[in-house]
């Protein structure tokens, strides 16, 4: 089973958010993030958080569904977002999509993509999804699918990243190196509609925009 979670931020291409979801989609609002569920007509299985980001008209809709309700106190270390993925990672969920998880506070964006690389969560595969852009984690290897044309931005964190192999992209790596805090695996190119990177040692986060992006 697939999780997707909406979270707190800014939520672009509203129109293309229903075409991601599945039937069997295990549907989670962090805190705010059932305000986007409200706005698009979707009622979340669970909603987790502090709740002091709901519209107060919404919290009493959410009431009167019956959804799962669990609320944190406002005094917690992690944030909304972090909660859920942990709540779905209970649940035996393996693979999560992120909407709404980045834009309005720079902090909070920063913050959330950096949680796939949380220890308490490597059990998750967690991918983020902003208006046509997909962000990965990637631990080992990743099949990318997508069209040609599309960027793809591989960036380090936690440190350097060695053996780095890139196949369908136009700019090649061979067993190479990415060197944190360095911009060398920024904005390379989809040849076809299918690319892999494998890495031998590290982590890297990859972006995958739209062509129109």
Not at 68 to 77: C, N, R
Request: charged share 25%; with cysteine.
């Amino acid at each position: 089973m697939r999780a997707v979670i909406f979270a707190n931020g800014e939520l672009k291409g509203q129109d293309t958010v229903k075409s991601l979801l599945r039937p069997d989609d295990l549907i989670g609002a962090a805190d705010g993030g059932a305000n986007h569920c409200h706005d698009l007509g979707l009622t979340p299985d669970v909603l987790i958080g502090d709740l002091d980001s709901i519209r107060e008209v919404d919290f009493q809709f959410w009431q009167d569904a019956g959804m799962e309700i669990i609320m944190h106190d406002p005094d917690k270390d992690e944030n909304d977002l972090e909660l859920t993925l942990l709540y779905a990672l209970e649940k035996g969920i393996e693979e999560v999509l992120i909407l709404g998880g980045l834009g309005l506070r720079w902090d909070q964006s920063i913050a959330n993509i950096l949680l796939p690389a949380n220890e308490k969560l490597c059990g998750l595969e967690v991918s983020f999804w902003d208006n046509g852009t997909y962000i990965y984690l990637i631990k080992d290897e990743i099949r990318i699918r997508g069209e040609e044309g599309n960027t793809v931005s591989l960036i380090p964190i936690r440190g350097d990243v060695e053996g780095v192999t890139t196949r369908g992209l136009a700019w090649a790596l061979k067993d190479e190196p990415l060197y944190f805090g360095e911009t060398r695996g920024v904005s390379n190119i989809m040849v076809q509609d299918e690319a892999v990177v494998t890495v031998r040692e590290g982590l890297l986060l990859c972006v995958v925009g739209s062509i129109e992006n």
